[in-house]
C-alpha cells in the first residue's frame, strides 16, 4: 500500500512539474513576442525624453531611406536589425551616431523594432553603372576565384533576400552604403563580422563598387 502511495505521489509531482515548466515556458513565449505596433511608434515617433529621435528621421518612412549614406531597413532579416542595434549597444560595432541611440533603447525596444521593419516592403532600388554590370553579377553569383571570394550568393542568396537567422538582406541596397560598409570591413573599421573582413580584404575598390551597384538592382 505505502509503495502505491508513493508511486502515485511520484506521479502526482511529475505530473504537476511539467505543468508549471509549460506554464513558465508559455509565459516566457508571451513576454518574449515583439509589440510591431510599439516598435512603429518608436521608429516613427523617437523617445524625446531619452534623447532617441525618430528613426525614420535617418531611415525613411518605414525603414526605406532616401539618404544613400543610410541604410534601407525595410523588410530586412528580423534577427539581423536585433543583432546589430545590440552590436551598437555594447562593444561589438561602434558609431558615433547609432551607438548612443542604441545604448538609450531597452532589450524589448530593439526587438521590437526589429520585428516591425522586418515585415515592411522594401522599395526597390536600381543598378546606376552599365559598365560594371557584367563584373558586379560575376561576383556576386560566382565569386573572385583567384582572390578565394565566395560568391556573395552563396550566404546571401540568389536574389539578395539572405537566410533568416543567418545573413542579412542586401538587394535593393544603396550603392553608397554598401561601397563604405565593404570599405570599412576591409579596413576593420567596422569589425562585428570576421567572415566578412576576411572577405572584403581581398576585393580592390573597383570589385567593391560594382558588386555594390549590381546588388542595388536586385529584388
Request: proline share 4%; net charge positive; with cysteine.
Amino acid at each position: 500500500m505505502n509503495r502505491m502511495f508513493l508511486s502515485f505521489l511520484k506521479s502526482l509531482f511529475l505530473a504537476m512539474l511539467a505543468v508549471s515548466t509549460f506554464a513558465i515556458a508559455s509565459e516566457e513565449k508571451k513576454v518574449s513576442k515583439p509589440d510591431l505596433v510599439q516598435g512603429e511608434s518608436l521608429f516613427v515617433n523617437g523617445d524625446a525624453g531619452r534623447n532617441i529621435p525618430a528613426c525614420a528621421s535617418c531611415h525613411g518612412a518605414a525603414g526605406n531611406s532616401t539618404i544613400v549614406q543610410n541604410p534601407k531597413l525595410a523588410g530586412q532579416q528580423e534577427s539581423y536589425i536585433a543583432k546589430q542595434l545590440m552590436d551598437f549597444k555594447g562593444a561589438s560595432r561602434n558609431n558615433a551616431v547609432m551607438t548612443p541611440y542604441a545604448k538609450a533603447m531597452t532589450d524589448a525596444e530593439i526587438k521590437n523594432i526589429a520585428a516591425y521593419l522586418a515585415v515592411q516592403a522594401q522599395k526597390p532600388g536600381a543598378a546606376k553603372n552599365k559598365e560594371t554590370i557584367d563584373l558586379g553579377k560575376k561576383i556576386f553569383r560566382a565569386g573572385i576565384a583567384d582572390k578565394n571570394v565566395p560568391a556573395c550568393a552563396a550566404c546571401h542568396s540568389a536574389n539578395g533576400a539572405g537566410i533568416p537567422t543567418q545573413y542579412p538582406r542586401i538587394a535593393g541596397q544603396h550603392q553608397d552604403y554598401t561601397v563604405t560598409q565593404l570599405t570599412n570591413f576591409r579596413t576593420v573599421a567596422r569589425s562585428n563580422s570576421a567572415e566578412m573582413n576576411a572577405i572584403a580584404k581581398r576585393m580592390s575598390d573597383d570589385e567593391i563598387k560594382a558588386v555594390a551597384d549590381y546588388i542595388a538592382g536586385l529584388k
